[in-house]
Nanobody, 118 residues
Framework: VQLQASGGGLVQAGGSLRLSCAAS????????MGWYRQAPGKERELVADITDRGSTNYADSVKGRFTISRNNAKNMIWLQMASLKPEDTAVYYC?????????????WGQGTEVTVSS
């Protein structure tokens, strides 16, 4: 399974960005899909995730500002980010939980950088 993330960039505080992530390859069943981020000098943290049934979960720091969505048929997820703050600056990674009849693995995308200027 390969993940391709896109949509990062430089934006001023208060602005918006939309991240996209597409999964491809030999896909059997994708369960949870999510976005994580890692700021310089910090550990990677969960931003938001969404189950195959559409249940969502958000980090407290992004609740009310970010929205995660997915299209199961296209194996894609998006992260709509609004009211961005400088502290949202990080490399954002998409991840999926992929299940076959025998295995259950997590796959990561390559990361897309988001920089929010004050």
């Amino acid at each position: 399974v390969q993940l391709q993330a896109s949509g990062g960039g430089l934006v001023q505080a208060g602005g918006s960005l939309r991240l996209s992530c597409a999964a491809s390859g030999s896909i059997f069943t994708i369960e949870d899909m999510g976005w994580y981020r890692q700021a310089p000098g910090k550990e990677r943290e969960l931003v938001a995730d969404i189950t195959d049934r559409g249940s969502t979960n958000y980090a407290d720091s992004v609740k009310g500002r970010f929205t995660i969505s997915r299209n199961n048929a296209k194996n894609m997820i998006w992260l709509q980010m609004a009211s961005l703050k400088p502290e949202d600056t990080a490399v954002y990674y998409c991840a999926v939980v992929h299940r076959t009849l025998q295995t259950r693995n997590i796959y990561w995308g390559q990361g897309t950088e988001v920089t929010v200027s004050s």
